[in-house]
């Protein structure tokens, strides 16, 4: 009994660490992206990442894509953006969705991986800060 309450305890533990560390990279892409906004308005196509942009003061979720500043995908593969932002929070939807999102941002092998894609930086004028420029990747 000892052993489960144990990893019950260290699995709750390790999942609030994630999150929170999760919920401070996203915050340092978002004001990355929009370095002069003072409130950033968000559409995502997943519900169960909403928590990880609860703990944000300066982002809010919005329900209609139209409305959002930029839109995070996990499960969506060949998104219309209509000249919206896109960042994929998954290794699938940044793989199909390459031609359209800035980068993604995803957990492999229990490591998180940051990409940027310079083409659609470029294309929506994005200047990230240094701290970010190794994140980025050219195209060949």
Do not use: C
């Not at 990893?7 to 915050?27: D, F, G, N």
């Not at 906004?37 to 982002?59: A, G, R």
């Amino acid at each position: 009994m000892k052993k489960i309450i144990f990893l019950l305890v260290t699995s709750v533990i390790l999942s609030a660490s994630t999150l929170k560390t999760e919920s401070e990279i996203y915050a340092t892409i978002l004001h990355a992206i929009f370095p002069h906004k003072s409130t950033i308005y968000i559409w995502l196509d997943n519900p169960e990442k909403e928590n990880v942009f609860f703990l944000m003061n300066d982002i809010k979720i919005v329900r209609e894509k139209q409305n959002a500043d930029i839109l995070f995908i996990y499960k969506t593969y060949n998104i219309k953006a209509d000249n919206k932002k896109v960042f994929a929070n998954g290794y699938l939807a940044f793989k199909h969705n390459k031609k359209t999102i800035i980068g993604g941002f995803y957990w492999q092998k229990g490591r998180p991986n940051l990409v940027f894609l310079q083409k659609n930086l470029q294309k929506h004028h994005i200047s990230l800060p240094p701290d970010l420029q190794s994140y980025i990747e050219v195209d060949r």
